[in-house]
Nanobody
């Protein structure tokens, strides 16, 4: 059974940092393309960053490039998103996504991030 469990969200002040984690199980982590998405209040879910199967190639949405860093720990089968210089516009529920080698996509339940003073 595939499981993606996000954690690390919370309340942070503008300019602050958070690191989100996504613990993955039930599939071959090293072979999956892993991504982060978010959905802000009243907004559509949007793509943020991807780590491709090799883990060495990454891709970012323009608005977060340079502030957010996606990484994966193959030994811990965990995906991370380091978020720096956060602003209120980053307030959202953040979701982990896995796309397995047989092209099936899975979602976590999300972790909430609130950026406010």
């Amino acid at each position: 059974q595939v499981q993606l469990v996000e954690s690390g969200g919370g309340l942070v002040q503008p300019g602050g940092s958070l690191r989100l984690s996504c613990a993955a199980s039930g599939f071959t982590f090293s072979s999956a393309a892993m991504s982060w998405y978010r959905q802000g209040p009243g907004k559509e879910r949007e793509f943020l960053a991807s780590s491709f199967r090799s883990g060495t190639r990454t891709n970012y949405e323009t608005s977060v490039e340079g502030r957010f860093t996606i990484s994966r720990d193959k030994a811990k089968t965990t995906l991370y998103l380091q978020m720096n210089n956060l602003s209120p516009e980053d307030t959202a529920i953040y979701y982990c996504n896995a796309k397995t080698i047989d092209d099936v996509a899975y979602w976590g339940q999300g972790t909430e991030v609130t950026v406010s003073s």
